[in-house]
């Protein structure tokens, strides 16, 4: 009965977890083994034999027959005396091989047994895991939310698999509760005390790459190639796509009907705006597309210093530079060139530049203007009181004082 119940754990076990037959029965037979080695020094002279299919197992013992009084190994060596029970027709010389019942071993070494048997499991079990998720690291997977705590979140898989989505990996505007289903990419897996850990990500690009490819069978299919993703999480991404096959529009099939292809990305991204640009070797051709929606005039590229000096009309200005910066920022990330914006001016327009005013006007004050795009006192004073005050987030006082200073220069 315990040599039952022993085997019955054990073929619950494996259906338990993922380990294949060939590696639970080797996994079996060398914690038995090891049993043997305690028990009698060795296992050399000794068979096991498991069947998990009838949850039985099997322990025989290889010895040869002595006479009675030439025994030196009992557990190599038999006496002729103790043969001729088994079968009264051994004789000297010949082997006998004999069961071995475990239980005439005592609770303690089944209780020993089964303790390794969990463990070399665990173990296996472990690596699994981590091979597993080593494998898929880039790809979206599902869970479930099982608990939400202040720096990051427990999803199980569909196998009870514990996965880790921290708040750094989330995107700000990410609320779950417990039973939510996420969808992440694997991010990172990594042995923490020996046990696997599995980090997802929503914020990285890979993620919104994945994406594209379950909702857009182009590019799934190869036909579309995502050259490029650049993104910050939540507020806006840029997607560089292009296609072999001439017939094909990139933008306009990742975009679909009306944006029926990409809604469905963006409301996973929580509202995320998503810019599909459509990719081109032509550097020049690529940072205006880029910077979208502005209509630029002319660029001039620095190849040397990987700069590009874009102009522009004034009203563009604010479309090309985004809020907070933003789709200057991710342009300069998609295109590989800083980018600096400047404002063509008419030939009669009087202006001057604002680092003119350096005696005036702090250094610290004149750069946080230049970083909304201003760069001569007709562009500040061309843009409102309020809308200088919001975009620059300087103190009421300073810009009053700069705009002083500014209309003193025309009046």
């Keep these: 009965m315990e040599n039952i119940n022993l085997i019955d754990s054990f073929a619950e076990f494996k259906e338990l977890k993922n380990i294949d037959r060939a590696t639970m029965m080797s996994v079996i037979e060398d914690v038995f083994r090891s049993v043997l080695i305690r028990q009698f020094g060795t296992d050399e002279n000794f068979d ?27 557990n190599k060596q038999i006496t002729l005396t103790n043969a001729l029970k088994i079968d009264d027709d051994y004789e000297v010389g010949e082997d006998v091989t004999d069961e071995v019942k475990f239980v005439d071993f005592g609770r303690r070494a089944i209780l020993n047994l089964r303790q390794n048997l969990a463990s070399k499991i665990l173990e296996l079990e472990k690596d699994h895991i981590y091979g597993k998720y080593k494998s898929k690291i880039g790809d979206i997977v599902t869970g479930e939310v099982y608990q939400v705590w202040k720096k990051e979140i427990l999803i199980l898989d569909d196998e009870g698999n514990e996965l880790i989505l921290p708040k750094s990996e989330q995107i700000p505007s990410d609320y779950f509760r417990k039973g939510d289903n996420v969808r992440a990419i694997v991010f ?25 490819e379950l909702e857009i069978p182009e590019i799934f ?46 409301r996973e991204l929580r509202n995320e705006n998503i810019d ?46 985004g809020k907070g910066g933003l789709n200057i920022r991710l342009a300069s990330q998609l295109t590989g060139y800083e980018i600096d914006v400047y404002r063509e001016m008419e030939e009669d327009d009087e202006d001057v530049n604002l680092d003119e005013f350096g005696d005036e006007i702090e250094s610290w004050v004149i750069d946080a203007l230049k ?39 025309f009046e």
């Design 48 to 74: 096991v034999i498991i069947n998990i299919d009838k949850g039985d197992f099997e322990i025989w013992r290889n010895r040869t027959v002595v006479e009675d009084d030439k025994i030196e190994d009992p």
């Design 371 to 409: 970083g909304i795009g201003c760069d001569s006192a007709k562009n500040v004073l061309n843009i409102s009181r309020a809308e200088l005050i919001k975009r620059t987030d300087l103190e009421e006082e300073t810009i009053d004082e700069v705009l002083r200073i500014l209309k003193s220069e």
């Design 276 to 321: 599909v640009i459509n990719f081109s070797a032509n550097n020049q051709l690529f940072i205006k597309r880029a910077l979208n929606p502005a209509k630029i005039n002319s660029i001039k590229i620095i190849e040397d210093a990987k700069r590009a000096e874009v102009y522009l009309k004034p009203e563009e200005v604010s479309l090309a530079i």
């Design 188 to 212: 990172k897996v990594e042995l923490r005390n020996n046990n696997p850990l599995i980090i997802l990500s929503r914020t990285a690009p890979a993620f919104l790459e994945r994406l594209f």
């Design 221 to 266: 299919d190869g036909l579309i190639t995502i050259k490029k993703i650049v993104r910050v999480p939540g507020e806006r991404a840029k997607v560089a796509v292009e296609s072999y096959d001439e017939r094909i529009d990139p933008v306009g099939a990742c975009v679909g009907m009306k944006g029926s292809r990409i809604h469905g990305i963006v």
